[in-house]
């Protein structure tokens, strides 16, 4: 069974506050059954690539962007299998930060890029097992990116 990476993107802003997190989220546009669906721009592992080099690889070739990884966010119960998805398989992901001067643009995969703070993603259209693992990107890049505890987000109005 073929595993599948995804990047929970985090926006290039400086964030101060846990609510600005920004992450990538990708309008698919094909297949039929799936098209319209937001999910976390990524792909498929080739033969002969690790899961970091067919993130890489797949980020470029969908929205012509580099990124830096961050940390992996891991599904709690099966932390080296990565979270369940459709039709059996498995994604693993990884917080990411563009390090190049390309912003993210759609390719015939997706019919749009957006933005979007943890409000905003609770608005859209996930694929059904995409919108757990957007909410624990959320979670993840809040520690990574303000600091760490619950206590250093609630000292910076989190």
Not at 15 to 33: C, E, K, M, N, T
Not at 45 to 52: K, M, N, Q, T
Not at 79 to 107: C, F, H, K, S
Request: hydrophobic share 45%.
């Amino acid at each position: 069974m073929p595993l599948v990476v995804a990047a929970a993107v985090v926006a290039p802003d400086r964030v101060l506050r846990a609510q600005d997190i920004r992450l990538l989220a990708a309008q698919r546009s094909y297949p039929a059954h799936l098209a319209g669906q937001w999910e976390l721009p990524g792909g498929k592992v080739e033969a002969g690539e690790s899961p970091e080099q067919a993130l890489h690889r797949e980020l470029q070739e969908e929205l012509g962007i580099s990124v830096s990884l961050g940390p992996e966010v891991v599904f709690a119960p099966a932390p080296q299998e990565g979270w369940p998805i459709l039709d059996g398989l498995r994604m693993r992901v990884w917080l990411a930060y563009l390090t190049g001067r390309n912003l993210p643009q759609p390719g015939e995969a997706h019919n749009s890029v957006r933005w979007v703070n943890s409000t905003a993603s609770a608005q859209l259209a996930w694929l059904p097992t995409n919108a757990p693992i957007a909410e624990a990107c959320f979670e993840a890049a809040r520690v990574a990116t303000i600091g760490a505890s619950p206590t250093a987000l609630a000292r910076h109005g989190a």
